[in-house]
Protein backbone atom coordinates (compact mmCIF):
# COMPACT_ATOMS: atom_id res chain seq x y z
CA UNK A 1 0.00 0.00 0.00
CA UNK A 2 0.99 3.51 -0.58
CA UNK A 3 2.32 5.84 1.96
CA UNK A 4 0.55 8.79 1.54
CA UNK A 5 1.68 12.64 3.07
CA UNK A 6 -1.14 15.43 2.92
CA UNK A 7 1.02 18.43 0.59
CA UNK A 8 -0.67 21.96 0.48
CA UNK A 9 -0.12 23.80 -2.40
CA UNK A 10 -1.17 27.46 -3.11
CA UNK A 11 -1.69 28.45 -5.99
CA UNK A 12 0.01 32.41 -6.22
CA UNK A 13 -2.16 33.16 -9.46
CA UNK A 14 -5.36 31.33 -10.19
CA UNK A 15 -4.40 30.11 -14.23
CA UNK A 16 -1.34 28.05 -12.10
CA UNK A 17 -2.00 24.24 -12.57
CA UNK A 18 -1.45 21.92 -9.48
CA UNK A 19 0.82 19.17 -10.10
CA UNK A 20 -0.64 16.19 -11.45
CA UNK A 21 0.69 12.44 -10.87
CA UNK A 22 0.45 10.65 -14.63
CA UNK A 23 -0.79 6.93 -13.13
CA UNK A 24 -1.88 5.76 -9.88
CA UNK A 25 1.80 4.61 -8.87
CA UNK A 26 3.83 7.48 -10.48
CA UNK A 27 6.29 8.51 -7.79
CA UNK A 28 6.45 12.17 -9.38
CA UNK A 29 4.16 14.25 -10.20
CA UNK A 30 4.14 16.62 -13.10
CA UNK A 31 4.87 20.04 -12.56
CA UNK A 32 3.34 22.83 -15.04
CA UNK A 33 4.77 25.82 -16.81
CA UNK A 34 3.13 28.78 -15.81
CA UNK A 35 3.47 31.62 -18.61
CA UNK A 36 1.94 33.35 -21.11
CA UNK A 37 4.01 32.92 -23.94
CA UNK A 38 6.25 30.60 -24.96
CA UNK A 39 10.00 30.57 -23.96
CA UNK A 40 12.90 29.71 -26.14
CA UNK A 41 15.85 28.22 -24.25
CA UNK A 42 18.88 28.52 -26.89
CA UNK A 43 21.60 25.79 -26.58
CA UNK A 44 23.44 25.59 -23.85
CA UNK A 45 21.23 28.15 -22.03
CA UNK A 46 19.13 27.80 -18.58
CA UNK A 47 16.06 29.71 -18.28
CA UNK A 48 14.45 29.79 -15.05
CA UNK A 49 11.23 28.90 -15.22
CA UNK A 50 7.53 29.65 -13.35
CA UNK A 51 5.24 27.40 -11.72
CA UNK A 52 2.88 29.92 -10.10
CA UNK A 53 2.73 27.28 -7.03
CA UNK A 54 4.29 27.50 -3.41
CA UNK A 55 3.92 24.25 -1.27
CA UNK A 56 4.09 23.51 2.06
CA UNK A 57 6.02 21.05 2.45
CA UNK A 58 5.88 18.44 6.04
CA UNK A 59 8.41 18.51 8.41
CA UNK A 60 10.65 15.42 7.64
CA UNK A 61 9.83 15.70 4.44
CA UNK A 62 11.88 17.29 1.53
CA UNK A 63 10.38 18.35 -1.96
CA UNK A 64 12.67 16.94 -5.21
CA UNK A 65 12.56 18.66 -8.69
CA UNK A 66 13.72 16.03 -11.18
CA UNK A 67 13.71 15.77 -15.13
CA UNK A 68 10.40 14.74 -17.43
CA UNK A 69 12.42 11.81 -19.17
CA UNK A 70 10.19 12.39 -22.61
CA UNK A 71 11.42 16.64 -21.81
CA UNK A 72 15.07 15.62 -21.07
CA UNK A 73 15.44 12.80 -24.19
CA UNK A 74 13.47 14.83 -26.79
CA UNK A 75 14.33 18.35 -26.53
CA UNK A 76 17.65 18.05 -24.07
CA UNK A 77 15.95 20.04 -21.22
CA UNK A 78 16.28 18.78 -17.57
CA UNK A 79 16.87 20.72 -14.59
CA UNK A 80 20.25 22.65 -14.57
CA UNK A 81 21.19 21.84 -10.79
CA UNK A 82 19.82 18.10 -11.86
CA UNK A 83 17.62 17.39 -8.62
CA UNK A 84 16.05 20.50 -7.20
CA UNK A 85 15.59 20.34 -3.40
CA UNK A 86 12.56 22.15 -1.18
CA UNK A 87 12.76 22.14 1.87
CA UNK A 88 10.09 22.03 4.17
CA UNK A 89 10.33 25.52 5.76
CA UNK A 90 10.24 27.00 1.77
CA UNK A 91 7.37 29.05 1.28
CA UNK A 92 8.22 30.96 -1.33
CA UNK A 93 7.49 30.17 -5.93
CA UNK A 94 8.60 26.77 -6.99
CA UNK A 95 10.36 27.59 -9.82
CA UNK A 96 12.85 25.13 -12.15
CA UNK A 97 15.94 26.19 -13.61
CA UNK A 98 15.85 24.75 -17.44
CA UNK A 99 19.32 23.89 -19.09
CA UNK A 100 19.13 23.37 -22.88
CA UNK A 101 21.86 20.37 -23.26
CA UNK A 102 21.16 20.04 -27.03
CA UNK A 103 22.83 21.95 -29.48
CA UNK A 104 19.39 23.40 -30.87
CA UNK A 105 17.03 26.41 -29.65
CA UNK A 106 14.20 24.65 -27.44
CA UNK A 107 10.45 25.97 -27.32
CA UNK A 108 8.35 25.58 -24.19
CA UNK A 109 4.65 26.38 -24.38
CA UNK A 110 2.46 27.59 -21.16
CA UNK A 111 0.87 24.48 -19.55
CA UNK A 112 4.11 22.00 -20.75
CA UNK A 113 4.79 19.78 -18.10
CA UNK A 114 8.50 20.87 -17.45
CA UNK A 115 9.15 18.54 -14.59
CA UNK A 116 8.44 15.97 -11.89
CA UNK A 117 7.74 16.66 -8.36
CA UNK A 118 8.52 13.75 -5.64
CA UNK A 119 8.07 13.99 -1.99
CA UNK A 120 10.34 11.80 0.13
CA UNK A 121 10.82 11.40 3.82
CA UNK A 122 14.61 12.63 4.58
CA UNK A 123 17.35 12.06 8.00
CA UNK A 124 18.57 14.89 9.68
CA UNK A 125 22.08 13.42 10.54
CA UNK A 126 24.29 14.23 13.58
CA UNK A 127 27.52 15.04 12.18
CA UNK A 128 30.09 14.35 15.16
CA UNK A 129 33.79 15.04 14.23
CA UNK A 130 35.71 11.64 14.70
CA UNK A 131 39.57 10.81 14.53
CA UNK A 132 39.31 8.11 13.07
CA UNK A 133 36.60 5.89 10.62
CA UNK A 134 36.10 2.00 11.46
CA UNK A 135 37.73 0.65 8.55
CA UNK A 136 36.00 -1.62 5.41
CA UNK A 137 36.91 -3.74 2.57
CA UNK A 138 36.44 -0.70 0.35
CA UNK A 139 38.72 1.95 1.90
CA UNK A 140 39.53 4.67 0.22
CA UNK A 141 38.61 3.90 -2.89
CA UNK A 142 36.26 6.11 -5.38
CA UNK A 143 35.20 6.89 -8.73
CA UNK A 144 34.48 3.49 -10.06
CA UNK A 145 36.55 1.37 -7.74
CA UNK A 146 34.53 -1.24 -7.05
CA UNK A 147 33.63 -2.06 -10.77
CA UNK A 148 35.61 -3.33 -13.57
Known amino acids: ML????????????EAKLPVYGSGQAAGADLYLLSDHDIRIGPKETAIVHTGLAAEIP?????????????ASKKGLAPANKVGV??????GEIRV????????EQCIQPYD????????????????????????????GGFGSTGK
Open 113 to 140: RIAQLVIAPYVFADFEEAEELDETDRGE
Open 97 to 104: ALHNHSKY
Open 86 to 91: IDSDYR
Open 59 to 71: EGYVGLIYARSGL
Open 3 to 14: QKVKVRIKKLFP
